[in-house]
């Protein structure tokens, strides 16, 4: 019999519904099975951080209430396994954010694992670090560190499913090891039989971005149509035990799963088809192939394994500074030249009002931006006179804030300052977070996981940052 993977979110900030109709799926197939939730990205997990500085009880996923309490109580009642890396920062917070709803869901009995052994923060500068590939950034002092964790493969948590946990919360782990985890347990595959590794890896990679691989990022109206994207359905893994796989979705949903949508997720993020790398396994894609059986039901075979890299990759998140954003609008005769014009205004401006050190970028939304140029001079293809709604954006960053409040200020004046016809200001400015990955020793990482005890139902602040 196969082993069923659900997929409940694909990153922080995805439709908290849409795990609802892949249990109601799981339920009726009445097959051995696991719900994962995917909501960590690097930013996130740096967000989380900062979050917990400023609150100890934050630093989880700040939907984890919305996620959770539309399933749970369905999922604990048909042994349906949930996996997730909510945790973000505080796996522990998440841990009694689950048991305070499962009291109030009257499954007080509910068995809780977390992981530990991503975060290296306290480590950090001991370890035998290695650059990852490219990575051209120093690593930072320990005054501007956020953050550094590890990504762990699915080893502890497929441990605490051995503790018959029916929750398993993590922080930072590559994430198809949440999907290979349970297969781990439930076939008792080998942890140096790459081929199946392999298989159960990509399944996690085939499901880890929520609806990508059934339609949702595969939309492109009159190129790629896809029907039904506002009830889009989530991705269902059918894994058999010699690793052959079956990508699907719940029935009575929008979206579709097709050889198109199945070859755009399995080549996401991977550098290398012959050599992806994993905590668990190095993928080889370069024999795979992908075949449609039926509508919504596409097969993947092909997949081999090679053994796991000897390092493991490590994110460090550290504080950059300040950035801030501004925006004005104008429409009309004459708009793009008046747009224009605004964009000379501030740039003249901020040569005396702000230090030369202040970095600044400049686009005209509705005539270029995303495909613009990062040296700072704005298209001029379209006709000056052009007519129509251009939007003028300012981004600024300084490594103090009140250089980067200036900046958008500056834009704000514009309003009465001229030119004519601007209005809709908005402006906004944050702490920036820069990245840094390295490669550490296998053997200086040490993952395990232990069932939570959790604290007597009290209550709990929560507090929300952006997603990545």
Known sequence: MSFLLGSGAGFSGDRTDAAVAVVAELIKRQQPSALVFETLGERTLAAAHRAMRDDPESGFEPLLDELLAPVLRDCLDHDIKILGNFGAANPRG??????????????????????????IRQQLHSLD???????????????????????????????????????????RVADPALFLAPLMHHFDWRWDDWDRLACGM???????????????????PGFKDVPGLATVGYPIIEVEQDGSLIITKPANTGGCVTEQTVKEQLLYEVHDPANYLTPDVTVDLSHAEVRQLSPNRVAVTGIRGKPAPERLKTTVCYEGGWQGEAEISYAGPNALARAQLAAQVLRERLVFRAPAELRTRLDIIGLASVFDSDSGELQRSASASASGDYRLRLAAEHSERRWVARATQELLA???AGPAGGGGVRRQFQRRVFTASYLVKRSDVHAHASLFEASPLGERRSERYAAS
């Open 94 to 119: 998440a841990c009694q954010v689950i048991a305070d709803l499962s009291t109030q869901l009257g499954r007080g009995d509910v068995r809780i694992a977390q992981v530990h052994g991503d975060d």
């Open 129 to 171: 670090l290695q650059r990852w590939e490219a990575e051209r950034l120093d690593m930072p002092g320990d005054d501007a560190l956020i953050s550094a964790n590890v990504y762990l493969g699915a080893k502890a948590l497929a441990e605490a499913l051995v503790m018959q946990a029916d929750v398993v919360v993590t922080g």
């Open 202 to 220: 990509m399944a996690g990679h085939l499901a880890e971005c929520g609806a990508q691989v059934s339609g949702g990022y595969f939309a492109d």
């Open 414 to 416: 514009l309003y009465c």
